[in-house]
Nanobody
């Protein structure tokens, strides 16, 4: 059983930056693909970014390409999401999630463990 705890959310003005962190415990972190998934009020959940166990491959939804960067440090059991040039439409609760796979996982239903989420609010 993997436990995930997100941190780093907050309120930021449009154009600003935030870095989200997700600390994992209770499992072998390097055996999991990791993802960041967000949900805005009244909208479906959306996979924002995902990374393979080694960090060698990543995937981003088109709306964040060139602005967000996912990374991980397996020695620290932590995955990050660096968010730059934030826009009001990035406002959402951001969840960290783990998939029991060494491969890239781009479907939300493939994620087995979830954190509690952290709120990101971007003001215009």
């Amino acid at each position: 059983q993997v436990q995930l705890v997100e941190s780093g959310g907050g309120l930021v003005q449009a154009g600003g930056s935030l870095r989200l962190s997700c600390a994992a415990s209770g499992g072998t972190f390097s055996r999991y693909a990791m993802g960041w998934i967000r949900q805005a009020p009244g909208k479906e959940r959306e996979l924002v970014a995902t990374i393979t166990w080694s960090g060698g491959r990543t995937y981003y939804v088109d709306s964040v390409k060139g602005r967000f960067t996912i990374s991980r440090v397996n020695a620290k059991n932590t995955v990050y999401l660096q968010m730059n040039s934030l826009k009001p439409e990035d406002t959402a609760v951001y969840y960290c999630a783990a998939a029991s796979s060494l491969l890239l996982r781009v479907l939300i239903r493939e994620y087995d463990y979830w954190g509690q989420g952290t709120q990101v609010t971007v003001s215009s």
